[in-house]
């Protein structure tokens, strides 16, 4: 989906020069070298979140390698541990023992907004990289895989022509 919304409003990103800003998650680092993004293996919720993560920053990666001589800017981020009116409901006594730790380092919502809203309105966000905490933090070794980032982006050209028959 963000694949083919950004596709679609590319012209506009190139005449004014805009902005796309990924939320990813320090999550992505539980994603495996092998990992093909067509999920021909059993399926696994967290290995699934952190594989979308990690295809969020392959995907700003390689936006702004294609687009950014054109003055397309995309950044990656991971927004922090963000304590909701969620975190906690519903859990049962022990869960809810398992993730207090979590909630003494989470942020707030307001707080975890500020990297999202540096990437999207500040001069110093650096295009191309991936931020946490409003400035420029290593992203796994595996997320800096340019090649990777490259075959992710043509696996997902030739999906979306398969299906729109418009790319």
């Not at 805009?18 to 290995?47: A, C, L, P, W």
């Not at 936006?63 to 990656?76: E, I, T």
């Not at 922090?80 to 398992?98: C, F, N, R």
Request: proline fraction near 5%; hydrophobic fraction near 35%.
């Amino acid at each position: 989906g963000h694949f083919y919304l950004t596709h679609l409003l590319l012209p506009l990103l190139i005449k004014s020069h805009g902005r796309i800003v990924n939320v990813s998650s320090v999550m992505h680092i539980f994603s495996k070298e092998d990992t093909d993004f067509i999920q021909n293996r059993s399926y696994n919720t967290i290995i699934a979140y952190a594989d979308s993560k990690l295809a969020n920053i392959f995907h700003a990666t390689e936006l702004q390698r294609r687009y950014g001589d054109q003055g397309v800017r995309a950044y990656a981020l991971h927004p922090g541990t963000i304590a909701s009116t969620e975190l906690g409901g519903g859990k049962d006594p022990l869960e809810m023992v398992l993730t207090s730790p979590f909630q003494i380092v989470s942020k707030s919502m307001p707080q975890g907004a500020m990297t999202t809203l540096f990437c999207a309105l500040s001069d110093e966000a650096q295009p191309g990289k991936y931020h946490s905490d409003c400035r420029i933090t290593p992203a796994s070794p595996l997320a800096s895989n340019l090649k990777k980032a490259q075959e992710l982006w043509e696996l997902s050209e030739t999906i979306i022509n398969d299906k729109t028959k418009s790319f």
